[in-house]
């Protein structure tokens, strides 16, 4: 293990050294690929492949020692254009394990690891599957569909004691962590409200769309899992599949859990008082979209308050910023997103507090991969820049406003209990129900 560890410093160091995303970021990944021994190489195998878990398994392959050994994807057409790509990697495709059906990778005792990067509505069941198969998993946000299947793999990752890294990998960029430590600084003064919100232009309201045949190649029944049983319809199916509630939360779960994230982080809180949402589909009430368009929801907390704002098809944001966090204290405000940060200051504190944009000079995702790699050979599960734990509770609390929009009541939390205090609301909302003989552990 010692030399495990030495090769896994020098990765972080080539990483960490400002090289990420150049060409001699990859040349010096290249020359330290070609001289790792077998038996520190870290084989993985990645479930779902058309969108992030694509990203991720790029992010993967750039740090050293680390070996694909398997694909899985339930549609073939996405499984064969990925098989094509391989040659940037030099992978032996001959010696690579393909499948529809990802039990069939979990069976595979060279993985050491797997990515999951299939649809929301299977995040819980494939990375308590692994965890059972004795793997190690990096899964995508949000972690669970449900605050039940949140609960079900922190349980998980607790029993098999398996490293669980979740996608949200802003957690790995240094400006995001800068960001934070100036919040916690105190030199914002008493921070009353956080407002974090999504204004994307780019994501626009469906059309309708007629049900029709499945697409050759593609095997529904694994996709759809333990969703219910429907008719084919294109609107439900690659990416757009978030904006439908057997499957995913919309733009709440989509970029709330990222953007919410650093709301708990900043506030150092975990779980609110109350939740109260509003919201619609304002933008095309005749559309296929069965989450809100625009969404605002509450979030209720000791001495301050949260709220989040998202609108799909509009891209002017708050402080003409499409996505973004802003603590506003006594003193100032700090504005942060994906390109940077900067402190705006009170009228009566000018001079005392600005601090100028801070922009953005790293790669997260393959931040965040080297980190979960490190921690993968360390077992040192205290140094994962977003455990399952992290990833339960931003997930959880992003479900909390989707339930507060879908029952049209102000809903309050009971974080002894670790429910809400309506029992009709947690019986109908806390956990998903599973359908076509699936069944979550632990329910």
Request: contains cysteine.
């Amino acid at each position: 293990m010692s030399s495990r560890r030495n090769f896994l410093r020098n990765s972080a160091f080539v990483a960490g050294g400002g090289l990420l995303g150049t060409a001699t970021h990859n040349q010096a990944f290249a020359y330290f690929k070609n001289r790792i021994a077998p038996s520190d190489q870290l084989n993985i195998a990645a479930i779902g492949i058309n969108g992030m878990g694509w990203s991720d398994l790029t992010a993967a392959m750039k740090v050293p020692g680390v070996n694909l050994v398997g694909l899985c994807d339930v549609d073939t057409n996405v499984l064969n254009r990925r098989m094509g790509e391989l040659g940037k990697w030099k992978v032996d495709s001959s010696k690579l394990k393909t499948c529809n059906d990802y039990r069939q990778l979990l069976d595979q005792k060279d993985i050491d690891a797997v990515i999951i990067g299939s649809p929301d509505h299977w995040h819980a069941l494939q990375m308590i599957h692994a965890c059972e198969a004795g793997k190690d998993v990096y899964v995508e946000k949000p972690v669970g569909n449900s605050i039940g299947e949140c609960r079900a793999m922190v349980q998980a990752q607790q029993r098999y004691n398996k490293v669980v890294q979740a996608g949200q990998w802003q957690r790995s960029q240094q400006h995001f962590t800068d960001a934070i430590d100036y919040v916690h600084s105190g030199k914002l003064g008493n921070i009353r409200t956080v407002k974090v919100w999504c204004y994307l232009d780019w994501k626009q309201p469906l059309d309708v769309k007629p049900n029709g045949p499945v697409p050759a190649g593609v095997d529904y029944a694994q996709w759809l899992g333990p969703a219910p049983t429907r008719d084919f319809n294109p609107n439900r199916f690659h990416f757009t599949f978030r904006w439908f509630w057997d499957y995913a939360g919309g733009l709440m779960t989509d970029w709330g859990v990222h953007l919410l994230d650093y709301a708990l982080m900043g506030m150092k809180v975990a779980n609110p008082n109350s939740i109260v949402t509003v919201g619609g589909k304002f933008a095309k009430p005749d559309s296929a979209d069965e989450t809100p368009d625009t969404l605002m929801a509450l979030y209720e907390f000791d001495g301050f308050n949260i709220i989040w704002d998202h609108a799909v098809g509009i891209g002017n944001g708050n402080y003409g910023k499409d996505h973004g966090i802003a603590f506003i204290g006594n003193n100032g405000t700090l504005v942060l997103n994906r390109n940077g940060w900067e402190v705006l200051e009170e009228a009566k504190n000018a001079g005392k507090v600005m601090v100028p944009f801070q922009k953005s000079m790293d790669n997260g995702l393959d931040k965040h991969w080297v980190n979960f790699v490190d921690v993968v050979k360390s077992r040192n599960l205290k140094d994962l820049k977003c455990p399952i734990q992290a990833g339960a509770d931003i997930a959880s609390l992003a479900q909390m406003g989707n339930i507060a929009y879908r029952t049209k009541q102000k809903l309050f939390w009971d974080t002894g209990k670790q429910a809400f205090t309506d029992d009709a609301i947690n019986k109908k909302y806390l956990t998903k129900e599973y359908h076509n003989g699936y069944r979550l552990p632990g329910q």
